[in-house]
């Protein structure tokens, strides 16, 4: 399933759909590639093309293929050394930084939120909800995570 992927999007480049580049959000900005795979975080870089991508671009979920929608689900890692001489107050900080209400605060910065709504203390699924509503870029993120599971 990897390897159809990614010849799928290789077929990109070979059949000159899109230019071979460094850089594929330059290429979206200046209108030279019509669509590309991202994180949701590069919403923000989008939106400093101004002019060039206002009212001109929208998120979707990934197409369906014949197992599933599901897309990769990367992000950035918490550690700590096990050398480390406070390791308590790391694992501390760890569980703060990453809670659901600091995960509601990264959204202003596109980043997902990922912890079942319906399972989270109700003024953080209000602070979401609204975010949600209030930027049109969200429901197909949310619904793209809705596909995703640990096996695929």
């Known amino acids: ?7 799928y999007m290789k077929s990109f480049y070979t059949e000159k759909i899109s230019p071979v580049g460094t850089s594929a959000l330059n290429g979206f900005i200046s209108g030279d590639v019509a669509m590309f795979p991202f994180f949701q975080s590069v919403i923000a870089n989008v939106q400093t093309g ?3 991508t206002e009212g001109k671009w929208a998120v979707a979920p990934m197409p ?10 990367g992000g950035h890692s918490l550690v700590a050394g096990s050398a ?32 079942d709504l319906g399972k989270v203390d ?6 979401v909800d609204g975010k949600v509503k209030a930027d049109p870029n969200w429901a197909p993120i949310f619904e793209q995570l809705a596909r ?5």
């Open 50 to 52: 101004g002019a060039k």
């Open 64 to 73: 369906t293929g014949p197992k599933s929608g599901c897309s990769m689900v």
């Open 148 to 152: 995703n599971t640990p096996d695929l």
């Open 122 to 127: 109700p003024a953080v699924k209000a602070t």
């Open 1 to 7: 399933a990897g390897r159809t992927a990614m010849e």
């Open 84 to 115: 480390s001489k406070n390791l308590n107050g790391a694992g501390t900080f760890m569980r703060w930084l990453a809670s659901p209400e600091r995960s509601a605060q990264y959204m202003d910065f596109h980043a997902i939120f990922p912890y």
